[in-house]
């Protein structure tokens, strides 16, 4: 049972334009949730987060929306740039339990 | 600043032979995970450590998995005997203890059993 899901594997976009990454989540007891981007070869990096209590959250071109009564949140990341093709995975946690369940990532390509 | 050390980067072993996998967390961070990462399964959280202390390994696929922590900064996973399905790449991470605190990954162990 995939309590996190990341429906699109793959998403292309221009140079410039704005990539939206999306996910689904099924367990409503999460209410933290967090955007990892990932290289090859190299470890998943934090790239954002948000709490349940919030539905938006913005860190310079990077910004996460939380629906929670939709169970989905998004990630917006404007202007997009070649150095932004990578894996992004989402993952949400319960409150003080510690356990991260991720989606299995889109790969994102942005163009030249 | 050092982030999360993982040692060896890459394992090639037969199969049945015993492999250890080894972590150096960040300084200072005193929660400590081990995620195994497969094309079928995705990521998943194998194993994870407050202060040392396992705190819950559901994740840990059978008894041929064990993880320790002997002090605050070097933990071990070990896979004995090893079989051709553990073949994956296992990721260490580690946190601040306390809510929303992101877990900080380090680059992984590709391993491949023969």
């Known amino acids: 049972d995939q309590q996190v899901k990341q429906n699109s594997p793959s998403l292309s976009v221009q140079e410039g334009r704005i990539s939206i990454l999306n996910c689904d989540y099924t367990n409503s007891m999460f209410d933290y949730f967090l955007w990892y981007k990932k290289y090859p070869a190299e470890g998943p990096t934090f790239l954002i987060s948000i709490s349940s209590i919030k539905d938006k959250n913005e860190d310079g071109r990077f910004t996460v929306f939380l629906n929670k009564s939709a169970k989905h949140l998004s990630l917006h990341i404007v202007p997009s740039q070649p150095g932004d093709s990578a894996v992004y995975f989402c993952a949400a946690s319960r409150g003080s339990n510690y356990k991260l369940t991720f989606g299995k990532g889109t790969l994102l390509t942005v163009n030249p | 600043d050092a982030g999360v050390i993982q040692s060896p980067r890459h394992e090639v072993t037969e199969m049945g032979q015993e492999v250890t996998l080894r972590c150096k967390p960040i300084?200072?961070?005193?929660?400590l995970f081990w995620y195994r990462q497969t094309m079928m399964r995705g990521l998943e959280l194998l194993i994870y450590f407050n202060n040392n202390v396992p705190i819950d390994d559901s994740g840990m696929p059978e008894d041929r998995f064990s993880a320790k922590m002997p002090n605050a900064s070097f933990s071990t996973l070990k896979i004995q005997p090893s079989e051709p399905r553990d073949s994956a790449v296992y990721f260490c991470a580690s946190s601040f203890k306390g809510n929303n605190q992101p877990q900080h990954f380090g680059d992984g162990t590709r391993l491949s059993i023969l």
């Open positions: 300084s200072g961070h005193n929660s």
